[in-house]
């Protein structure tokens, strides 16, 4: 594989969507990645040359599909996929690996599913909108290599108008990035989701959680502020979001928790009296199941990278 660029999202427990890493390869003829399992969404969108994917079927069927420039393909949790690069035309491409509650909504709207993963643009513009979009997310700082989509050069492009990009920055590029793929998918469906109920429960009870996270919550009273039954409830959250209330509470509680682990000088004592934890013991076992360390560690690890960042 010939150099190209990559990034690493630092560790921030975004709810609705969440980048893990991004990056820009031009590879060499016959390079080949996998076979390999990924836990999150993959996305590759095709700059030039030509490749193929092979990847396995939910019923265990073995699927083969060759993909050239202009096109792009999606790799699915827990899947197993190989793809390599065509051997007299290998292929330029550029990914972005994400999930979140809002993937499989974005992945529903785009029409691609682990049988049909391959995306064609049905818009020109719109893709190179998204494509440079891509290239944002995967510059590691302001003077990386930037790949050119008019030109189909690598040049070094300061950001026009900022000076210096937040995470924000980038987030902004992905759900540009989400946009542009439902929008633009050739099979793309209906923006409009089935069973509206379920998603105006589901939106109630973020709402509700929203509004009183740091309060005691129950699946009981989650389920009253919505007026239906609590096995309904359980029902919508499995269904809708893989995930029942009181782990998607908790995820969002300590979310709020790593916030203010940043942004604040608050005690992790504190801190957890402020997301509804007022057990530290429980709010630091609470904090390891999410993010895998303590609070203390979480804010060292991401003290140390924003130095490496600088």
Not at 210 to 236: G, Y
Request: proline residues 5%.
């Amino acid at each position: 594989m010939k150099p190209g660029m990559f990034y690493l999202f630092p560790n921030q427990n975004y709810l609705d969507l969440r980048p893990y890493q991004s990056g820009y390869a031009d590879n060499a003829k016959n390079a080949s990645f996998g076979p390999a399992v990924r836990n999150h969404y993959l996305f590759h969108y095709v700059i030039s040359g030509a490749g193929a994917l092979t990847s396995n079927a939910p019923d265990g069927t073995e699927l083969h599909f060759h993909i050239h420039s202009g096109q792009g393909f999606m790799i699915f949790p827990n899947q197993i996929t190989t793809y390599y690069a065509d051997e007299h035309h290998p292929w330029e491409y550029v990914w972005i690996e994400f999930d979140g509650m809002l993937a499989p909504e974005i992945l529903r709207m785009s029409g691609l599913t682990i049988e049909a993963p391959i995306y064609t643009s049905n818009d020109r513009i719109l893709s190179r909108v998204m494509l440079d979009a891509m290239m944002e997310m995967a510059k590691p700082d302001r003077d990386a290599e930037y790949f050119n989509a008019a030109t189909g050069e690598l040049s070094s492009r300061p950001l026009v108008g900022v000076s210096e990009e937040t995470q924000f920055y980038k987030m902004s590029k992905l759900y540009l990035f989400a946009d542009c793929l439902a929008r633009t998918s050739a099979s793309a469906k209906s923006g409009h989701s089935d069973g509206s109920m379920a998603d105006y429960y589901l939106q109630k009870s973020f709402t509700y959680i929203e509004h009183n996270f740091q309060d005691p919550i129950t699946v009981e009273s989650i389920a009253a502020q919505c007026n239906i039954h609590r096995n309904r409830l359980l029902k919508i959250f499995k269904d809708k979001i893989g995930k029942g209330p009181q782990a998607y509470l908790m995820e969002y509680r300590m979310s709020k928790a790593a916030q203010l682990l940043i942004t604040s000088n608050l005690s992790v004592n504190e801190i957890g009296n402020a997301v509804g934890y007022p057990n530290q013991l429980h709010f630091s076992r609470a904090f390891k199941n999410v993010y895998g360390v303590s609070p203390r560690q979480y804010k060292e690890r991401v003290a140390e990278i924003s130095r490496m960042q600088k």
